[in-house]
């Protein structure tokens, strides 16, 4: 089982990347998917999750309208669009899975970072 984030890397202000989260060993179509992010030196925050049942979505209010989470389940990948990228989004990212969509997410990804500086 296992979780492959990737898509990170170094961006200017205002620029955008796609992060993808690559499952293997289960189904993705079962579970819903978080994407976090953490700075170091703070805690892990949640930024957006879409459901396994009907793809709804959920934003933090610091990304909505920027970013936009979206999953493959034929490619069992999910997928986290970043637009019009600030400073303030450094950070590593990390995917997340939840069989049971409460909360407690069964498998992680081991993060990717992105920096977004000039």
């Known amino acids: 089982v296992q979780l492959q984030a990737s898509g990170g890397g170094l961006v200017q202000p205002g620029g955008s990347l796609r992060l993808s989260c690559q499952a293997s060993?289960?189904?993705?179509?079962?579970?819903?998917i978080g994407w976090f992010r953490q700075v170091p030196g703070k805690e892990r925050a949640g930024i957006s999750c879409?459901?396994?049942?009907?793809?709804?979505?959920y934003y933090a209010d610091s990304v909505k309208g920027r970013f936009t989470i979206s999953r493959d389940n034929a490619k069992s990948t999910a997928y986290l669009q970043m637009n019009s990228l600030k400073p303030e989004d450094t950070a590593v990212y990390y995917c997340?899975?939840?069989?049971?969509?409460?909360?407690?997410?069964?498998?992680w990804g081991q993060g990717t970072l992105v920096t977004v500086s000039s």
């Open positions: 879409i459901n396994s049942s009907d793809d709804s979505t």
């Open positions: 997340a899975a939840s069989f049971s969509g409460t909360g407690a997410f069964d498998y």
């Open positions: 060993g289960f189904t993705l179509s079962d579970y819903a």
